[in-house]
């Protein structure tokens, strides 16, 4: 475990929190200044000990959402300029947020924002995402290894048509388990 993981939650938050409203004060015309954060943030990567393949594939998978908010702004004057600018400011607070997660278990985190008030209702929320995202990424790999186990190698149309099947599946077992935890809460007097 390095310095950085040991480092206190609220120190992380701060840090991150400042970074990222100072890169979203930054004017469109200046936000290649916000470029100057990121030899910061590798350094802090390479320092946390983290590899960087897996920091780039999940940086990668924000990445479409990125540019599809920065293609809106190609719609205003100066389109061109303003969304590189929202791109290159939004790419620098995703690659923030994923080291402060990288580096912070959840449970820190959310331990962190109910001490600076944060409203109880996000807090629950974050916790309960944190929580669930494993089970359904628990669920996600016992459903491909049964399909593999299942399936022969075919077409790439059949590969294509059983992974939306399993993603139908998927979202239909999701929803019954959050109903069947919502039910559980109503019983215990909860939401």
């Known amino acids: ?20 409203l100072g ?19 590798l350094v802090l990567a390479k320092l946390s000990r983290l590899p960087p393949g897996p920091l780039l594939s999940r940086w990668a998978l924000g990445a479409p959402f990125l540019l599809a908010a920065a293609s809106l702004a190609y719609f205003q ?17 995703l690659l923030t947020l994923q080291l402060l997660i990288s580096t912070t278990p959840v449970t820190e ?28 990424g628990d669920e996600t790999r016992r459903m491909r290894r049964a399909r593999a186990g299942r399936s022969l190698r075919g077409s790439r149309w059949l590969e294509w048509r059983a992974l939306g099947n399993s993603l139908g599946l998927l979202f239909v077992r999701t929803v019954s388990r959050a109903e069947r935890v919502q039910t559980a809460m109503r019983s215990r007097g909860g939401g």
């Open 77 to 93: 004057l100066n389109g061109l300029s303003i969304g590189l600018a929202l791109l290159t400011k939004s790419a620098i607070c």
């Open 1 to 20: 475990m390095s310095a950085i993981h040991r480092a206190p939650a609220e120190l992380k938050l701060g840090l991150a929190l400042a970074l990222i």
């Open 23 to 41: 890169l979203a004060a930054l004017p469109a015309e200046r936000a290649w200044w916000g470029l100057g954060a990121l030899p910061l943030l």
């Open 109 to 136: 985190l959310v331990r962190t924002l109910r001490r600076v008030h944060v409203p109880e209702v996000l807090c629950q929320t974050m916790a309960l995402l944190a929580r669930y995202s494993e089970l359904l």
